[in-house]
């Protein structure tokens, strides 16, 4: 049967600062209704390329993609208590396949895809582009391949064209989360043609051409890019997936100063910004000029990290004692000021099965005293605390916080600060000590973090490399399960091994702040985190 929805499971300006509104939106002063119609927004960074799945593929690539590609389907929209649209994570919505049917035995769906559909360049979209494109995300490696087999997407051979207009997916196994991993960023559909065009046999997956290039067939398609400067969308009046947007065009200016894109704001040059300060969100929202929108962001952890794959960390006493080590007030108040959820002082057993949840750690000088002697660890040792300097916002003020209180009990330690477009390939190499991270499951369920963090796949964001095969064996229980019961017991039973073992450190569950214009509408929260142009309007 098919239904419409499923239920379930830096610095670089092209106008003077000083200029009037009408310029900094790069459209004709008398225009009205153009600048009524253009949404510019004001990033940090921008996208350092056009393809998501090509290797150091930054944040704001997911957001170039969600809006310039379809994917076969996408999430329903509901309403947080405080009026803020948001996926809803429980239920599917269709995009490009316009219905979708699982088989009798639940071990293949048949989606049909729409008539008439057409890519940028004005070619038809076919289930042969569907299969490509699928066949791409499952053979290209590192973290796409690996997000697609975390709905157990996992080869090629899975992924049938039945006829022009209907692709069939085959399963390997039941995975209750398989097609809520379609709807991700991940396996969006690239016009095939043209990028086997641009393939070499070198190149089969048109890794090189695509990162400069767009293949898409989405709301939007890429008008000018300009790496570190600019990036320009502009509506494609062609797109037959949803409604067509009511914006025709989108700016989005690096602006890498926080207090610049503030000014702007308030000064109504801009109409949205995020990755400010958490004081600056504080103040913004207690002046009320524009208006803010904070939602925490399901799944996701601010964290420190220890390496128990190499001493000293591999000492798990070592690890309980920072974890009654740490500064959870201070951090929480004087880097976050409270715009994140606390995740400590959580009760000692675990009686939810939901993540994240509080660890019953709190700050006891004492008591990381006495595990440390019982680690053999008394006279205390040196290491390093990394961080990305991309996150310096609030990750600076957290590692300054933490050094001090590690040196409370005898643990010295130098601050390593990171290049952010250097970040990734040194976390993937596994071999800093202590590193605060942020991290934020697509997908909103425990074994899905879980998964990605503490599985014995050792994916590249277990940067603890935390092995145990009682850890994967529960993991791996409740990922297939189908008994509700046993599902529970699972997930308390991993959360609980985690909390013994402190692989991780949570500090708190970070809370998404966006900040936009009173007269700014439709915004949406999304997983990834970016603006989805598709449903904003200006009244």
């Known amino acids: 049967?098919?239904?419409?929805?499923?239920?379930?499971?830096?610095?670089?300006?092209?106008?003077?600062?000083?200029?009037?509104?009408?310029?900094?939106?790069?459209?004709?002063?008398?225009?009205?209704?153009?600048?009524?119609?253009?949404?510019?927004?004001?990033?940090?960074?921008?996208?350092?390329?056009?393809?998501?799945?090509?290797?150091g593929s930054n944040q704001t690539v997911n957001g170039l993609s969600w809006n310039c590609y379809d994917r076969l389907l996408s999430y329903a929209?509901?309403?947080?208590?405080?009026?803020?649209?948001?996926?809803?994570?429980?239920?599917?919505?269709?995009?490009l396949a316009e219905s979708w049917a699982v088989a009798a035995d639940g071990m293949s769906c048949t989606f049909k895809l729409r008539k008439g559909a057409i890519f940028h360049d004005g070619s038809l979209v076919t289930a042969k582009d569907v299969k490509w494109s699928f066949d791409r995300a499952v053979k290209v490696g590192g973290f796409p391949t690996f997000q697609m087999s975390a709905g157990s997407l996992e080869k090629p051979e899975q992924f049938?064209?039945?006829?022009?207009?209907?692709?069939?997916?085959?399963?390997?196994?039941?995975?209750?989360?398989?097609?809520?991993?379609?709807?991700?960023?991940?396996?969006?559909?690239?016009?095939?043609?043209?990028?086997?065009?641009?393939?070499?046999?070198?190149?089969?997956?048109?890794?090189?051409?695509?990162?400069?290039?767009?293949?898409?067939?989405?709301?939007?398609?890429?008008?000018?890019?300009?790496?570190?400067?600019?990036?320009?969308?502009?509506?494609?009046?062609?797109?037959?997936?949803?409604?067509?947007?009511?914006?025709?065009?989108?700016?989005?200016?690096?602006?890498?100063?926080?207090?610049?894109?503030?000014?702007?704001?308030?000064?109504?040059?801009?109409?949205?910004?995020?990755?400010?300060?958490?004081?600056?969100?504080?103040?913004?929202?207690k002046e009320g000029k524009i208006k803010v929108s904070g939602v925490p962001i399901p799944n996701a952890l601010w964290y420190l990290a220890l390496n128990t794959a190499k001493p000293p960390f591999d000492n798990a006493k070592l690890r309980q004692a920072l974890a009654w080590a740490m500064p959870y007030e201070q951090i929480q108040n004087g880097a976050f000021f409270n715009r994140a959820l606390p995740m400590y002082g959580g009760p000692a057993e675990v009686s939810r099965a939901a993540w994240p949840q509080p660890f019953p750690y709190v700050t006891d000088i004492d008591k990381a005293k006495a595990l440390m002697k019982e680690a053999g660890l008394e006279g205390g040792l040196e290491t390093t605390l990394s961080l990305d300097t991309g996150t310096a916002t609030v990750g600076e003020p957290t590692v300054v916080l933490i050094q001090e209180n590690l040196a409370k009990i005898g643990i010295k330690t130098q601050i390593n600060k990171i290049p952010g477009a250097n970040w990734?390939?040194?976390?993937?190499?596994?071999?800093?000590?202590?590193?605060?991270?942020?991290?934020?499951?697509?997908?909103?369920?425990?074994?899905?973090?879980?998964?990605?963090?503490?599985?014995?796949?050792?994916?590249?964001?277990?940067?603890?490399?935390?092995?145990?095969?009682?850890?994967?064996?529960?993991?791996?229980?409740?990922?297939?399960?189908?008994?509700?019961?046993?599902?529970?017991?699972?997930?308390?039973?991993?959360?609980?091994?985690?909390?013994?073992?402190?692989?991780?450190?949570?500090?708190?569950?970070?809370?998404?702040?966006?900040?936009?214009?009173?007269?700014?509408?439709?915004?949406?929260?999304?997983?990834?985190?970016?603006?989805?142009?598709?449903?904003?309007?200006?009244?």
């Open 160 to 285: 049938v064209i039945v006829d022009d207009h209907t692709f069939r997916i085959d399963y390997v196994r039941k995975d209750k989360m398989l097609l809520f991993n379609v709807a991700v960023v991940v396996p969006f559909i690239i016009n095939s043609e043209l990028a086997k065009k641009n393939a070499t046999p070198e190149d089969p997956w048109a890794m090189a051409w695509l990162k400069n290039n767009e293949a898409g067939g989405g709301a939007y398609r890429i008008e000018s890019w300009k790496p570190g400067i600019e990036t320009i969308f502009t509506r494609f009046d062609g797109w037959s997936s949803g409604p067509l947007p009511k914006l025709k065009r989108i700016i989005a200016r690096d602006i890498p100063s926080g207090g610049t894109r503030r000014a702007m704001l308030e000064r109504g040059d801009a109409d949205l910004s995020s990755g400010f300060a958490p004081r600056d969100f504080d103040q913004i929202m």
């Open 1 to 55: 049967m098919s239904a419409p929805v499923i239920l379930n499971r830096r610095n670089f300006l092209r106008t003077s600062l000083a200029g009037a509104s009408a310029a900094a939106f790069g459209v004709d002063p008398a225009g009205a209704q153009g600048r009524s119609e253009t949404l510019l927004v004001v990033q940090e960074l921008g996208p350092n390329s056009l393809d998501m799945q090509g290797v």
């Open 424 to 539: 990734r390939t040194i976390l993937n190499k596994k071999e800093l000590p202590l590193v605060l991270n942020r991290f934020s499951g697509w997908l909103d369920y425990p074994e899905y973090y879980f998964y990605w963090n503490f599985h014995g796949n050792n994916s590249i964001f277990n940067i603890s490399s935390y092995q145990n095969k009682d850890m994967d064996a529960l993991i791996d229980k409740a990922r297939f399960t189908e008994d509700p019961a046993e599902y529970e017991a699972a997930v308390k039973a991993f959360i609980g091994l985690c909390i013994r073992d402190v692989p991780v450190i949570p500090l708190n569950q970070p809370i998404h702040d966006v900040a936009m214009q009173k007269n700014i509408s439709g915004y949406e929260f999304w997983f990834h985190r970016e603006p989805d142009f598709r449903q904003f309007a200006k009244g």
């Open 77 to 95: 929209a509901k309403t947080l208590p405080d009026g803020t649209l948001s996926y809803d994570r429980e239920k599917l919505a269709p995009e």
